[in-house]
């Protein structure tokens, strides 16, 4: 990190008696390395992880089912008709995708703009990121009516009948932002936990698992080459991934917004988007970190900085996704566009207006108690509110994706939808794949960067003198 | 196989009747057990599980849905099937004769068309048949004949899926068991000789309306054999009123004629006259040439009606009255004109107005006015008409009178009197033998003749219809009846015309025609039904060359100059002596089913999924009642999350009881029905139709008594259950669209050009003033702004299409020609209710109230027929990734089925939601009765896979190839749209409106020309005319 210290030694830290420090006094190198590596290597397996991974892995399951039952019968098995033609299954795509952007957010974007406390989160996040993104990817290929061939015809693969993708379509770009952004994601995530898999190589006792981080590490050895490569790549993949955070939820809001119909078709939607991807996806943070700071008694390290730190990137994008609802209504109102006015009162008082009143009332009305500091510091109540952000967040997307479907232009063909059975545990399906491999990821990698904690140390601010 | 008609005799092995069906098994069968052979139903439950395709299970994979049911393969009838198609089958000695241009030889994709004619109620319709290889595959209206005149109806348009029903009764059996025609020609014989001597005493005939010369003529020389044998006749659908009618006012039963061609004013009592009845699309078309912006003096229709009928909707004015009002209303006109011996009776508010208003407009239009009567009319309803008619001296003008078009059994007094005068022979003893030809008496006789008991007394009973029914099941010997297209016979129209019935394929099953059935009863047992017509035809035709006769009359459909001769008839002065009738609180009405009629088509996926005119209500009938008539009652409906408006509805149940009995149906809002009485269309609740009609709504024959057969007192009442409906339109209101939707306007101020209908609706936002045919959002807007490029059409044609909204009656025929042309599955009641329903043109119904009605109580309603936009700027194309949905060179959205990956992301886009997809395999692939059904021209759609109206490019496609075999460019009017062909109105126009001497572009050219929408500036290739009205300024409210 030579070129952050450079950066953050040249001015003076201002001392603040409030500040609540990155890391909790007390540790060194070795305590960090220690803490951090024999969760994965020494500890005993907490019984509480273990049941909920037993848990994860039978919720997966119905993931499996669900797909079973969709590959055997047709996409009839799921609620949608003729007006409305994505249902659950968009609504969730674009869920996850939200909340993966906290990783991307909080590994580039505050890696480039310097800020510290996001190291003992970035892995955390990252790890989500790709885990969402895996969950999102299920979607868009599933949700079709025949996956078999939406697999590979909507890669623009050279073929001899000269057939190619309809380029102009936001579906389309949908598949290269999110697999641009996965691979982004994997890569960054893969090439930060370089250093930290060469420590676990080297405190392994086990011959096989000594084997595997070895082959991982990638013969990593913590030479000054290594470093110097190590942070160009770093910092390049920072670079790369930083447009991405803006451009994927752009990409994935011109699904609705390239379109025509009333409450899809809007400008609002990319800026509006992105904001509600970053709301979601820390409040996603928060919701998994809290209980496994709490497990894995990682107090030292994930501190009230860090909490507070989110709890305040939430406040403000949930700000801005709430301004995005107001604006919505009063274009409703003003544009003076009868199809507009009838959508936006369609929403607050059609068949589903109390999943509209619940979206205003999670995420426009809840998050505004994170005003209070007490409430930022409180995890119980903290974790309350990422719970609320989640599940508001989701039914933004219901909102948005359903209630605009339902009620267009014709009335006489207006209908309704509701998700089945089948639906249902997809949605549930994946949210057990999702927490089934963050639980993987924390039993086998180390969740928190140990060689980034360590810059933060008092230790390695030891400066030459100029 | 569904084995629940299956009732157990007992379980023990039945050794007689293995050896009789080993006997007359044809070919070797194999069995594995003794008990499998008597078809023991233990053993067939002990089997089921093992063969997994047999089970329910199997057959119905998503609980209750039942769709894979209806149109699934019906495993145990496919091996008699498959030995029958019709390449392989036994080519009759009979010669048919190709209508159009008589191929030397039939050249495979080209398809040939020969004329028939469908007989149905007592009526026919001319045909043309579309014939594939020998298969028949689609039915077009034929233009030469009377009946049709290149029309046709949803009934005639929907029977070529009857042939091709697996549940048709396919071979003779007695007692169930197949049983070889030479078996039931021994038995019939040998039954009838016992009875030669005593004049053939106790045999009876009970036949449906029979109108074939041929079958009349072999009943009259059967009962010139048999004297003391009697002939009865039955129909459950059509109304005792017409005839009793005329005979009140005439003496004498008439056929009444009508002439809308010079008509200026007609009232209907209650009549559909466009949609139903005889005649009924030779009327639309005459009605809808009176209204066309060029016609000089526009028809007005006044309608008075308790139910809302399609001719009720397209109406200029529209009075509901429950029946009695509707009784005092036509006494009151009657006598307000003059006819003698009626007396007004009361004052009645309901109709005051009218009366004063009607008088004026006929007597100001003596002798070009029509007042026509509705078949579930009572008698004194169509004999008042007859006398208005008279008196206004419509006769001999708007109205002629011919003998009647069918053959009635000596001293015939109505259908529910000949059944009656058998009921009681049947249960005296008298009977001993009965032939059941057509008809399922067991289901739809009046409930207290209790026909089923009544005939259980016979000894010998035969029954002859195309489906193994409830009757059947009650009846010894059954044989299987041929379809219309697999039959030679002969029938009379509404004018008498006669034509004859050719048969386009071979029967599929071992049917028989009805002609053969009575020539088994007769001294001549082994003519063929070909020989028979033939033979009769010869004997009515004095020219030498029988041959040529023959062939003209096969080739064109219709035998030339053999109306009727029209007939002069005089009132009877004491006509309206014994005419009161009773008033109720409560009344109700019966009525044939706008899509399934009487029963008859049950088992017709396509029209059991087309959604009812009016209510668009599939798969059911209801209660149906008027707004204020549910308040009452406190009954409403719920739309539900699956489905909604646009599929699944929870509604209330009623009970209804009628003549003592009651039954619980559902009940069903119709805005504009009569307060204080209800409407039960008959023709569901079968028990015993098939996979697709069994157990489809509710029974209305269960309250029907002989008394009040048309309906009467009732007594309504809520009961705390619902029901689930499957609807296609719940949405009643247009939440101030109706400019961008439906633009409405009258003739008058059309034609002076005060007609703002292109303006209306939108308040302040009035900019378009005086600009035609401008988007209404400005005269300033860039109406091309698109960030697309514009096509290029001017060395092409470019296809548009026109639906002039003032013509549409909204008579679904369109839909179900679609359908049919372009292979649009069946998806059943569980998948229409989830709001999948597939068809490519559906009829909205909207509704509207003006200054002239109260909203809800009496709506104006209007048709709009809405097939694919074809956009020029189409939303569709941008969205689809994969490019499945694209621009052609003449501007049509074109379908890659192939590329289709399924995002339905075309769909979501689609301002007018008229894509469909296939959620689930909804085209049957198994059945093969229901391959042959195809178009060979349309792709076969799979799950996965959008679809969508495609303007019928396989017919683009083939006038093209046609055009470009002869070196010119295609003829305007040469490309017929499926939906075009068949509307009888001729609402809907089609061609190139890169031509501007086409008819589409003149239409188009037309002031009221309008797309839906306009704002999203998608340019639609279909336009609508805005629909004119003809309504009366001194019926307005106030």
């Known amino acids: 990190m030579e070129a952050n210290s450079a950066t953050a030694h040249q001015h003076q830290e201002p001392v603040l008696k409030d500040v609540i420090p990155v890391v909790n006094p007390g540790h060194n190198f070795e305590t960090v390395s220690d803490k951090i590596s024999s969760i994965v290597l020494r500890e005993r397996t907490p019984i509480t992880l273990i049941m909920a991974l037993g848990i994860a892995f039978l919720v997966m399951n119905l993931l499996m089912a669900a797909l079973t039952k969709l590959l055997y019968q047709g996409v009839g098995v799921w609620g949608l008709n003729t007006p409305v033609g994505w249902g659950l299954d968009i609504t969730t795509f674009v869920w996850w995708i939200g909340i993966g952007h906290a990783g991307t957010l909080i590994s580039a974007i505050l890696l480039l703009m310097g800020q510290k406390w996001r190291t003992s989160i970035n892995r955390f996040a990252e790890a989500m990121t790709l885990f969402a993104v895996a969950c999102a990817a299920i979607f868009p290929l599933f949700h079709t009516g025949r996956p078999w061939f939406a697999a590979y015809w909507l890669l623009p693969i050279p073929n001899t009948m000269a057939l190619w993708p309809q380029f102009r379509s936001p579906l389309m770009w949908d598949v290269f932002a999110i697999s641009t952004y996965g691979s982004v994601s994997l890569l960054f995530w893969y090439v930060g936990l370089i250093p930290d898999l060469g420590t676990m190589r080297d405190r392994a006792k086990n011959q096989i698992v000594k084997m595997i981080y070895g082959m991982l590490s990638m013969g990593w050895r913590g030479e000054a080459r290594h470093w110097a490569r190590y942070e160009t790549i770093y910092n390049l993949l920072a670079g790369l991934a930083t447009p991405l955070v803006v451009s994927v939820h752009t990409i994935v809001s011109f699904d609705f917004a390239v379109s025509v119909i009333p409450g899809w078709h809007t400008t609002i939607f990319p800026p509006y988007f992105v904001a509600g991807a970053i709301f979601s996806g820390f409040a996603m943070v928060l919701t998994l970190l809290l209980p496994a700071r709490y497990l894995f008694n990682l107090h030292d390290f994930v501190t009230m900085r860090h909490i507070e730190n989110m709890a305040k990137v939430m406040l403000v994008t949930g700000l801005m996704v709430f301004y995005g609802y107001n604006m919505e209504a009063f274009f409703g109102w003003y544009c003076g566009n009868e199809y507009e006015f009838y959508m936006i009162y369609n929403r607050m008082t059609g068949p589903y207006w109390w999943v509209y009143w619940l979206l205003i009332f999670c995420n426009g009305v809840a998050p505004q108690v994170l005003w209070i500091k007490k409430v930022r510091q409180n995890v119980y109540i903290l974790w309350g509110i990422t719970i609320i952000v989640n599940i508001g967040m989701w039914f933004e997307r219901f909102i948005i994706v359903v209630t605009s479907l339902h009620r267009d232009f014709m009335p006489s063909v207006w209908g309704m939808y509701a998700p089945t059975i089948w639906e249902w545990m997809l949605y549930a399906g994946t949210i057990g794949m999702f927490i089934f491999l963050m639980i993987l990821f924390v039993r086998a990698l180390p969740m928190i960067p140990m060689f980034e904690i360590k810059t933060l140390l008092p230790q390695s601010k030891v400066r030459h003198k100029e | ?1038």
């Open chain 2, 1 to 1038: 196989m569904n084995n629940t008609h299956d009732k157990p005799q007992n379980d023990r092995i039945d050794l007689v009747s293995i050896r009789a069906r080993l006997a007359n098994e044809k070919g070797k069968i194999f069995w594995r057990s003794l008990d499998e052979l008597s078809e023991n139903p233990e053993f067939q439950k002990a089997v089921d599980p093992e063969f997994p395709d047999n089970t329910e299970v199997w057959l119905d994979p998503f609980g209750r849905r039942k769709f894979l049911k209806i149109m699934a393969a019906s495993f145990a009838f496919a091996g008699l099937t498959a030995c029958k198609l019709p390449t392989e089958t036994l080519i009759p000695n009979e010669k048919i004769k190709p209508y159009v241009r008589p191929p030397e030889e039939i050249v495979p994709g080209k398809p040939l068309y020969f004329a028939t004619t469908i007989p149905f109620a007592g009526t026919a319709t001319g045909v043309l048949v579309e014939s594939h290889m020998g298969r028949p595959t689609k039915i077009e209206g034929n233009a030469e004949h009377p009946a049709s005149l290149g029309g046709s109806d949803v009934f005639g348009q929907a029977s070529i899926l009857t042939l091709y029903d697996p549940d048709r009764a396919q071979t003779t059996t007695y007692l169930r068991e197949s049983k070889s025609w030479g078996a039931f020609l021994g038995a019939a014989s040998e039954a009838l000789e016992s009875r030669r001597s005593k004049g053939g005493e106790g045999v009876r005939f009970l036949t449906g309306a029979v109108n074939s010369p041929t079958l009349a003529k072999q009943i009259k020389d059967i009962l010139a054999i048999y004297p003391k044998a009697k002939w009865h006749q039955y129909e459950s659908g059509i109304g005792d009123g017409v005839r009793k009618g005329a005979q009140m006012a005439y003496g004498e039963d008439v056929n009444t004629l009508y002439s809308f061609s010079k008509a200026n004013i007609v009232l209907s009592l209650g009549s559909d006259f466009l949609a139903q009845g005889s005649g009924n699309l030779r009327y639309a078309r005459e009605f809808s040439n009176r209204r066309r912006t060029t016609t000089e003096k526009v028809l007005r229709l006044y309608a008075a009606e308790s139910t809302v009928t399609v001719t009720g909707a397209a109406s200029d004015h529209r009075l509901p009255l429950k029946p009695s009002d509707l009784v005092g209303f036509a006494k009151a006109l009657a006598a307000s004109l003059g006819v003698s011996g009626v007396s007004a009776g009361a004052e009645n508010a309901a109709y005051k107005n009218w009366v004063t208003v009607l008088t004026k407009e006929l007597q100001e239009n003596k002798g070009a006015s029509i007042v026509i009567a509705g078949n579930e009319q009572p008698a004194i309803v169509h004999a008042l008409a007859h006398a208005i008619n008279q008196a206004l001296g419509n006769v001999g003008n708007t109205i002629t009178y011919t003998e009647p078009t069918g053959f009635s059994p000596e001293g015939f007094n109505g259908y529910v009197d000949s059944l009656k005068s058998l009921v009681d022979d049947m249960n005296s003893g008298a009977v001993d033998m009965l032939l059941i030809a057509g008809g399922n008496p067991v289901y739809d006789a009046p409930l207290d003749f209790k026909f089923a008991d009544a005939m259980e007394k016979v000894a010998l009973r035969i029954h002859y219809s195309l489906y193994y029914d409830e009757t059947s099941e009650l009846c010894h010997w059954h044989i299987p009846e041929t379809h219309y297209l697999e039959s030679w016979s002969d029938a009379r129209t509404f004018d008498g015309t006669a034509s004859i019935v050719q048969p386009l394929i071979a029967p599929l099953y071992y049917g028989k025609t009805i002609h053969e059935v009575f020539a088994g009863f007769s001294d001549q047992k082994d003519r063929t039904s070909y020989e028979i017509v033939r033979a009769f035809w010869q004997s009515q035709n004095n020219s030498p060359d029988f041959e040529s006769f023959w062939r003209k009359s096969l080739h064109d459909g219709l035998i030339a100059g053999s109306a009727l001769a029209l007939k002069t008839v005089t009132l009877k002065t004491d006509a309206f002596a014994s005419s009161d009738v009773k008033a109720a609180e409560m009344e109700i009405v019966f009525s044939p089913d706008p899509t399934i009629f009487d029963g008859r088509f049950a088992n017709n996926g396509w029209l059991q999924e087309l959604p009812k005119p009016l209510t668009k209500i599939t798969w059911d009938n209801a209660v149906l009642m008027s707004p204020a008539t549910a308040q009452t009652l406190g009954v409403s409906r719920s739309f539900n999350y699956y489905g909604g408006e646009r599929g699944g509805n929870t509604v209330d149940m009623v009970e209804v009881s009628h003549q003592g009995q009651t039954l619980k149906a559902a009940a069903w809002i119709v805005p504009g029905h009569a307060n204080g009485c209800i409407t039960l269309h008959l023709g569901y609740g079968r028990k015993n139709a098939g996979r697709v009609g069994s157990n489809t709504g509710f029974n209305a024959n269960l309250i029907r008594s002989s008394a009040e057969f048309w309906g009467g007192e009732a007594k309504i009442s809520k009961v705390a259950e619902t029901y689930q409906m499957a609807c296609t339109q719940g949405q009643q209101v247009m939440q101030g669209r109706d400019h961008e939707l439906v633009r409405i306007s009258t003739f008058e101020d059309y034609k002076s050009g005060k007609d703002d209908s292109h303006e209306k609706g939108h308040g302040e936002k009035k900019e378009g003033h005086g600009e035609e045919n401008k988007p209404h959002f400005g005269p300033t807007h860039p109406e091309n702004l698109s960030m697309y490029p514009e096509w290029d059409y001017s060395k092409e044609y470019a296809w548009g299409m026109t639906i002039d909204m003032t013509s549409c009656i909204g008579c679904n025929a369109c839909a179900v020609a679609c359908q049919s042309e372009n292979n649009v599955p069946v998806i059943g009641k569980e998948q229409v209710a989830m709001g999948r329903h597939m068809h490519w043109i559906r009829i909205d119904r909207y509704y509207t109230d003006n200054e002239v009605h109260e909203p809800l109580e009496n709506p104006e309603a209007y048709f709009q027929p809405v097939p694919c936009m074809q956009c020029e700027k189409a939303p569709c194309e941008t969205v689809c990734p994969v490019n499945a949905t694209s621009h052609s060179s003449e501007g049509l959205n074109d379908m890659v089925y192939n590329r289709c990956v399924g995002t339905r992301y075309c769909a979501n886009n689609c301002p007018y939601k008229v894509r469909r997809f296939n959620f689930l395999q909804y085209t049957d692939f198994s059945t093969p009765q229901l391959k042959l059904l195809n178009n060979p021209d349309v792709t076969v759609r799979s799950r996965g896979v959008m679809e969508k109206c495609t303007y019928c490019v396989q017919r683009i496609n083939y006038a093209r190839v046609e055009a470009e075999k002869e070196n010119r460019p295609i003829r305007d009017g040469e490309i017929v749209t499926a939906c075009q062909s068949v509307c009888p109105t001729q609402a809907i126009v089609f061609g190139n409106i890169n031509d501007p001497e086409s008819k589409v572009s003149k239409l188009k050219a037309e002031k009221r020309n309008y797309s839906l929408v306009e704002e999203l500036a998608t340019k639609p290739r279909t336009t609508y005319l805005t629909a004119l009205r003809n309504p009366n300024a001194e019926l307005k409210k106030g």
